[in-house]
């Protein structure tokens, strides 16, 4: 049972006890009689969990980095916020738009419900947009036959097991970025099942070649050989789009972390 829902049913049993106590319970009871206090203090919870659902539920939502497919950008442990509404209002615990706001551009580090499974969320960049033919061959990326700018940028040492990996600037549309590729990692990728629009996708020794769907989007992480994405997995559906993550709330290990990222 993911928090979404928890919280929903929260909201419903302390909205329900709000109104028994409010619209009926208050009525019978004998002037200065206390109500009793499951009903007192579930009532009392009621404006608090409407408040924290609802901003949660359509305008931003805290995450936290489980894995380090984000690196460099972003890191274990770091806590981040997500804009619920840019990509447009949605229902909360099925995740349905019901308006429309923007699109997912090119660049844009986007939370998702995992299309194998939905209960988890994962987060990743947006690379390929709908009709986009995405190809990563010998560990550089092109999109509809352009290649993306690329430059190094020195090296990126991983404290926590103290080595380093090569760091390079990407651009992708508007949005400048760094990643990390490993020198000694084999450029190919195998696709870990089978997902859906798979004969979309050629996957060869030197990499994998795929043209996004209607509807779709392909996603990468910027730690291109320690990332478990579209490569291996597919393409995101619109409708698993959890929202655009934009800053870093906190992290434990390193306070300086705390601010907008690209």
């Known amino acids: ?20 106590d409010h619209f009926v319970a208050s009525k019978r009871r004998s002037v200065g009689a206390k109500s009793p206090w499951w009903v ?6 009621f404006p608090v969990i409407l408040v924290v659902f609802c901003l949660r539920s359509f305008v931003v939502e805290p995450f936290k980095i489980p894995s380090g497919s984000m690196i460099p950008t972003l890191l274990v442990g770091d806590f981040i916020l997500v804009n619920k509404w840019t990509y447009g209002i949605r229902l909360p615990v099925i ?32 690379v390929g947009l ?45 949005v400048e970025h760094k990643i990390i590729v490993e020198n000694d990692a084999p450029p190919f ?20 070649s795929c043209t996004v769907p209607a509807g779709h ?3 990468m ?4 050989d320690g990332s478990y994405d579209s490569r291996g997995w597919g393409f995101v559906p619109e409708e698993n789009i959890v929202g655009k993550a934009f800053f870093i709330w ?10 907008s990222f690209h």
């Open 1 to 20: 049972m993911n928090f979404a829902l928890i919280l929903f049913i929260l909201l419903l049993v302390s909205g329900a006890l709000w109104a028994l």
């Open 40 to 45: 007192e203090y579930g009532a009392s919870f």
């Open 95 to 126: 995740n349905k738009k019901i308006v429309d706001v923007n699109l997912p551009k090119r660049g844009d580090v986007m939370v998702f419900r995992f299309p194998q499974d939905t209960s988890l969320d994962y987060i990743k960049r947006v």
């Open 130 to 174: 709908p009709g986009d033919k995405v190809e990563y061959i010998d560990k550089k990326l092109t999109i509809n036959g352009q290649a993306m700018a690329q430059s190094p940028d020195g090296d990126y040492l991983h404290a926590e097991r103290l080595f380093y990996s090569p760091r390079f600037t990407e651009k992708l549309g508007a």
């Open 189 to 208: 990728v195998s696709p870990s099942i089978q997902y859906p629009f798979r004969e979309n996708c050629t996957y060869t020794n030197r990499g994998v």
């Open 217 to 219: 989007y392909f996603m």
């Open 221 to 224: 992480g910027d730690n291109r």
């Open 250 to 259: 906190f992290n434990f290990s390193d306070l300086k972390r705390i601010g």
